[in-house]
C-alpha cells in the first residue's frame, strides 16, 4: 500500500544517518541446538508491556525478526535493526544489516546468515531490537534459561503476555504511555481531549491497552512463513482447515494482515465453512430472478442496444416487471435512469455471462450454460462478485463476503437511531476491519460511509428482496441483511468448491 511504502521512504531518511553496521566473526556454531526462554521487553513501557517468547536456536535473525513482529503484535510495515548485546548502545553501537540495507549499499553481517544461538549464547545474554526509526520502537531480548531443543519443540512459542502492543505510527512509546493511560481512565477514544484530541480518530474505537491473549499470539506465531492454503492443523494449532482452496484475493488479505487481525480472518473463515444445508433451487431462483430474466431475454439472439449502448426500453421494462424490481416507483423503462437495472446488468458484466458485440448484449459461453441451470448462475455470480480491480476494491470485497459467509450479525456501535440497523451495524463492521488491515481515508480510520463495495455486495445479494421498507411501503429493504442463499453465496466466492 502507498501508506507503507511511504513509511518506508521515511524509516529509511532515517536510517541514512544511523548506526554502523556490524562486520564480526560468527562462523562458530553451537555445541548443541538450543530452545531460547527470552523474555522480550519494550523499552521504556509504563505500565509494562513484555512477552514471554521460546525460540528455536537454529532461526536467523531474519526469521526472528518475523516472530518478534508476530508476538508483539507490529504490522511489519517498517524497518528495522538487531544490536548485538551485552551493553546497550542505541544510535551508537552497531548493528546486523538487513535486506532493504544491501539494497542500499551498506556493508556489514547480514541478519540472515546469524542465527540466534550465535548472539544467545547463555542465561542473561541480551539481544536489542528497534522497530520504527520514525516512532522508535525498542526492544531488550533478554534470555532466561536454554535447553537443548527437541524434535517437537515448534520455532517460536509464547508462554505469557503482558498488555497489549500500541498501535502502529502512534508516536513512539512516551505518546503511548500518556494516550493508554488516558484510556484506561475512560476507554472511549472519542473522550480524548488537548494535545491527544488529534488521536480520537486515529485510534480504534475498541482500542485495549490490557487486551492481549497467548493463544491468539500463538496461532499468529505458527503462521508466520505459512502458505495461507496450509491446514491450521498442520501448523499445530486446532481448527479445521480454513484456508486451502482459497480465492486469491483472500489469501492477498491474510498476506497483509497484521498478526492479530490474520486471527480473526481464521476464526471468521472457520465460522463461514461451517456445513449448511445448500439451499433449494427455488430458493436460488428468487435471489436470482433478476439475472434469470436478463439471460433469458438474451436468447438466443441477444437483447438490442440504442446508439448510446443502452438495452432498449421494451428489454428494460420486462426486467423490471419480471424481474421483480418493480417497487411501486418508476417505469422502469430506462436504464439509465433506473439504478436497480444498471445493478443487475453491471453484475452481469463481472460475472462474464454477457458480451457487447454489434450493437447487441450477447450471451457468453459461460452466460448460457447459466441461462439453463440455475445452480450454474449462482456459481457465476459468486464469482463475480469478487471480480473487482485494485486492491483497496477487492479487500473490501473479501471482507464483506467474509461476515456475511460466517453469518455475523455486528451489534451496533453506539446508540441505534432513525435509518441505524442491522445494514448500518454491517457496514460499520467491515469499516472496522478495512481500518484495521491498514487503509485509511485522510489519515484517518475508515467510516461506514466510505465502504462502497460493501454496499454493491449487499444491494446485488438483495435486490431481489421484496420485503417491505422502513415505512412499510412496499421497496427495496435497507434494514434486512442478505438470506441463507445470499450467504451460500459468498462462501461460493470465497471457496469456490464449497458444497
Not at 257 to 271: F, G, I, S, T
Not at 321 to 333: H, I, K, S, V, Y
Not at 350 to 355: D, K, S, T, V, W
Amino acid at each position: 500500500m502507498l501508506a507503507a511504502q511511504l513509511m518506508l521512504v521515511l524509516d529509511a531518511t532515517v536510517v541514512n544517518v544511523a548506526l554502523p553496521s556490524i562486520a564480526t566473526d560468527l562462523s562458530f556454531g553451537p555445541a548443541a541446538l538450543s530452545w531460547v526462554l527470552n523474555k522480550v521487553a519494550l523499552d521504556e513501557a509504563k505500565p509494562p508491556i513484555w512477552r514471554r517468547l521460546s525460540l528455536r536456536g537454529d532461526l536467523t535473525l531474519e526469521q526472528t525478526h518475523d516472530y518478534l513482529q508476530a508476538a508483539m503484535g507490529w504490522n511489519d510495515s517498517h524497518l528495522h535493526h538487531f544490536e548485538p548485546g551485552p551493553r546497550k548502545q542505541r544510535w551508537t553501537g552497531k548493528h546486523f544489516v538487513t535486506a532493504f540495507d544491501l539494497e542500499e549499499g551498506e556493508e556489514g553481517t547480514p541478519e540472515a546468515d546469524v542465527r540466534l544461538d550465535q548472539v544467545l549464547r547463555a542465561t542473561g545474554d541480551r539481544l536489542f531490537y528497534t522497530y520504527d526509526f520514525g516512532d522508535d520502537w525498542a526492544h531488550t531480548i533478554t534470555v532466561e534459561t536454554m535447553r537443548p531443543a527437541t524434535d517437537e519443540d515448534p520455532d517460536a512459542l509464547c508462554h505469557r503476555a503482558v498488555r497489549a502492543c500500541p498501535p502502529e505510527d502512534v508516536g513512539g512509546i512516551r505518546t503511548w504511555n500518556e494516550l493508554a493511560a488516558l484510556l484506561r481512565a475512560n476507554p472511549d477514544p472519542q473522550a480524548l481531549t488537548g494535545e491527544h484530541r488529534m488521536y480520537a480518530d486515529w485510534l480504534a474505537p475498541d482500542v485495549d491497552p490490557e487486551a492481549v491473549e497467548v493463544d491468539d499470539i500463538n496461532l499468529a506465531l505458527a503462521l508466520v512463513g505459512a502458505d495461507p492454503a496450509t491446514p491450521l492443523a498442520s501448523l499445530g494449532t486446532d481448527g479445521d482447515d480454513p484456508f486451502a482452496g482459497m480465492h486469491p484475493a483472500y489469501v492477498a488479505v491474510v498476506d497483509k494482515a497484521p498478526p492479530d487481525l490474520v486471527v480473526d480472518l481464521a476464526a471468521l473463515m472457520a465460522a463461514a465453512m461451517v456445513e449448511v444445508d445448500p439451499p433449494s433451487e427455488a430458493d436460488l431462483a428468487a435471489l436470482l430472478r433478476p439475472w434469470v430474466v436478463l439471460l433469458d431475454q438474451a436468447q438466443p439472439d441477444g437483447i438490442r442496444l440504442t446508439k448510446a449502448g443502452w438495452m432498449e426500453p421494451q428489454a428494460c421494462r420486462r426486467l423490471w416487471t419480471e424481474g421483480g424490481l418493480d417497487w411501486g416507483f418508476g417505469q422502469g423503462n430506462r436504464e439509465q435512469h433506473t439504478p436497480e437495472i444498471t445493478v443487475v446488468r453491471r453484475a452481469a458484466d463481472e460475472a462474464g455471462l454477457l458480451r457487447t458485440r454489434n450493437g447487441r448484449l450477447l450471451l457468453t459461453k459461460k452466460g448460457q450454460a447459466a441461462a439453463g441451470d440455475i445452480r450454474a448462475l449462482a456459481a457465476a455470480m459468486a464469482a463475480g462478485l469478487l471480480h473487482v480491480r485494485g486492491d483497496a476494491a477487492a479487500d473490501e470485497r473479501v471482507l464483506t463476503l467474509l461476515l456475511l459467509a460466517a453469518e455475523v450479525e455486528p451489534e451496533p456501535r453506539g446508540e441505534p437511531g432513525w435509518g441505524y440497523g442491522a445494514r448500518e451495524a454491517f457496514l460499520d463492521e467491515v469499516a472496522s476491519l478495512l481500518t484495521r488491515l491498514g487503509w485509511r481515508i485522510e489519515l484517518g480510520p475508515i467510516r461506514r460511509d466510505h465502504p462502497g463495495e460493501a454496499r454493491d455486495v449487499l444491494t446485488v445479494l438483495t435486490l431481489a428482496d421484496r420485503g417491505d421498507g422502513a415505512d412499510g411501503a412496499p421497496g427495496i429493504s435497507f434494514v434486512r441483511m442478505p438470506s441463507a442463499a445470499a450467504r451460500h453465496l459468498a462462501r461460493l466466492a470465497l471457496l469456490p468448491t464449497f458444497p
